[in-house]
């Protein structure tokens, strides 16, 4: 697997946050032709693999929960829609019903969410009226479609009568209807609410089916052969103490794979193997915190030698495929960290003509986690700032959108690559690679045409390879990163040799995989390149030079060192000739970067 599922899942998020965010403004064609392709789009999702696919549900937070749920209902639909052989023309307007059948309430839904307390009887009665307001907002919309009105209107009856908004019985409600109906109230139940958590899936199918009269029985059998008693991607703890996760469907409905985690001690267990015979302890519920595991740690399928296509380089001179599968290789078992919705959603704000600042803030204000990470970065030394920042609105205002985005993209990137409890090793070595983003940045002010805050990027993405090699060798960073201080360009042979691949083409990998620039990607996999007048692409070029230099000025600055070996003296003044850059202006700009990179280290207590 490729990762392209997880990928899409995430990209079809943003996407209908953003319809449904502006929906009064969208004219009524291109409201249908978007969610046309978005139903599309879920087909395609699991065609390419179900069971990705429905893992996503239960691995996959979001702050959007009314879109989330949405598209929950719609994966799960389009699974038992197949197993019912209904062709697409047939489940189109199933799937439709599915990402629709809320909009009536859309922000009250997203408000309900994140409530602690029970609903008031207004809030109760506002909610029941959902399913007639978005039936007639899908009317106005422009949507004819009998099928689709239907199942939106109706969603919510049961066979009994005891349903509403009409109380219709039996043969009235309409099999679109009772299929929606009934996972609906699935997905409903194993997502976690404020005021308590998800219910396990088995524990769910169970109470919708001892409900008498509500919802189609037939449908049980079909539900179980599509989605499981256990579907992928539920947390299970074994009998033997194991943790692991479902990670697709086998001939026993009541043993599917599952993919060990962490051993009976808790250690995490490298490469996860897979088993089939197993005895359950415990199913554990999907917890309001955001979910612990990795969806790309669990269906992590490089291992299979297929290279994502995302990762080949549309331009020239990137890496070989063999290149690509040989480092896939090598860090299978790695945890390479997913790209997170906020961005997603925060780079669609501000593709829009009108970006709003308050849904940017908003956006990362939901992220307590980011958030904080975020104001303490902006409030350090090396942002400069002459004022103390009180909030993300008054980050954005200080900063501007780009370089706001920027800070966001790099607390984001900590988050996931520095553990809380990280060793001062792994502190202090994020703390150079953060100095090396900003002095990539300084550099990139000074030239014409280059962006500094894609430089910035550069600097940081080029010591994540680096990052998720120690997870595989923990000595790793003991024995390269001396080498790459004094042998710049024999290092990257010395890692091949040694470790059947090297940290430019695994971080090349991870900034491929959190949507960087490709200029920017090929300068991470190229800034070891020997000579720079090799790398053709005139950009990527650039952007290695400064690499190069900024990482030699930060080098100078916390360790004295001032190329003492002639493949460093050689490294820093390639890229020195190549940037126009004379001695006396590299020493301005180490005198001007100095004190706020020390200032910077002193700060974080590295």
């Known amino acids: ?229 256990y579907p992928p991607g539920t947390q299970i703890k074994l009998e033997s103490g194991e943790m692991g996760v479902i990670v697709r469907s086998s001939q026993d409905v009541k043993k599917p794979v599952i993919k060990i985690l962490t051993d009976a001690s808790g250690q995490e267990v490298s490469g996860g193997e897979e088993r089939e015979s197993y005895e359950i302890d415990q199913v554990i519920p999907l917890g309001i915190k955001d979910p612990d595991v990795d969806l790309r740690q669990v269906w992590g399928g490089e291992s299979d030698g297929n290279v994502p296509e995302s990762m080949l380089s549309t331009l020239q001179q990137g890496p070989s495929e063999e290149e690509l599968r040989q480092a896939f290789k090598v860090i299978q078992g790695v945890n390479i960290p997913a790209f997170p919705d906020v961005i997603f959603a925060i780079k669609a704000e501000l593709a829009k003509e009108m970006p709003d600042i308050d849904s940017i803030s908003e956006l990362v204000s939901t992220d307590v986690a980011l958030s904080g990470i975020a104001m303490k970065t902006v409030n350090s030394p090396i942002f400069g700032l002459k004022v103390k920042v009180t909030s993300i609105k008054h980050a954005i205002t200080l900063l501007g959108l780009e370089r706001f985005q ?21 502190l202090r070595f994020w703390a150079e690679a953060s100095a090396v983003g900003q002095c990539a940045s300084y550099i990139a002010d000074m030239m014409m045409d280059v962006d500094n805050e894609e430089a910035y990027m550069a600097g940081l993405f080029q010591a994540c390879g680096t990052l998720l090699l120690s997870q595989k060798f923990p000595k790793y960073m003991e024995d390269v990163l001396p080498k790459a201080a004094t042998k710049p360009f024999s290092v990257i042979s010395y890692e091949n040799k040694k470790y059947q691949t090297n940290h430019t083409l695994v971080g090349y990998v991870l900034a491929r995989y959190w949507q960087v620039p490709e200029e920017v990607c090929l300068a991470i996999y190229h800034h070891h390149t020997q000579p720079l007048v090799n790398i053709q692409l005139q950009n990527v070029r650039v952007f290695s030079a400064i690499l190069s230099v900024a990482i030699s000025i930060v080098e100078w600055v916390c360790y004295g060192l001032k190329s003492e070996t002639s493949e460093r003296m050689e490294y820093q003044q390639q890229a020195l000739n190549d940037l126009l850059i004379t001695e006396q202006t590299l020493e301005e700009i180490q005198q001007d970067v100095t004190d706020m990179l020390l200032n910077e280290f002193q700060d974080l207590g590295v």
Not at 148 to 169: A, F, I, M, N, Q
Not at 407 to 412: D, E, G, K, P, T
């Open 1 to 229: 697997m490729d990762h392209s599922v997880i990928d899409a899942v995430q990209q079809l998020h943003v996407q209908l946050v953003s319809l449904y965010d502006d929906l009064d403004s969208v004219e009524n064609q291109d409201f249908f032709n978007s969610l046309c392709t978005s139903c599309k789009r879920i087909e395609e999702i699991c065609e390419e693999d179900a069971d990705v696919a429905l893992g996503t549900i239960l691995l996959k937070g979001s702050a959007n929960y009314s879109v989330t749920h949405a598209i929950n209902c719609a994966i799960v639909c389009e699974v038992i829609g197949k197993r019912l052989e209904w062709p697409f023309d047939k489940r189109l307007p199933l799937l439709a019903a599915a990402l629709t059948m809320n909009l009536g309430m859309y922000a009250l839904q997203n408000k309900l969410s994140e409530q602690s307390k029970a609903l008031t009887l207004k809030e109760q009665k506002l909610v029941k009226s959902h399913t007639r307001k978005s039936f007639l907002l899908l009317r106005e919309k422009g949507i004819a479609n009998s099928t689709w009105l239907d199942t939106v209107l109706h969603h919510h009856e049961c066979l009994d009568g005891s349903g509403y908004p009409d109380k219709l019985r039996q043969e009235k409600i309409s099999m679109p209807c009772r299929v929606l109906a009934l996972v609906d109230a699935y997905t409903a139940g194993i997502a976690p609410r404020k005021y308590r958590d998800g219910l396990a899936p088995d524990r769910v199918l169970n109470n919708l089916f001892k409900q008498k009269g509500k919802f189609d029985t037939r449908l049980g059998t079909v539900f179980l052969s599509g989605i499981g008693i």
């Open 406 to 426: 920027s800070l966001v993209f790099s607390s984001a990137l900590k988050r996931v690559m520095i553990s809380d409890n990280a060793h001062p090793r792994m």
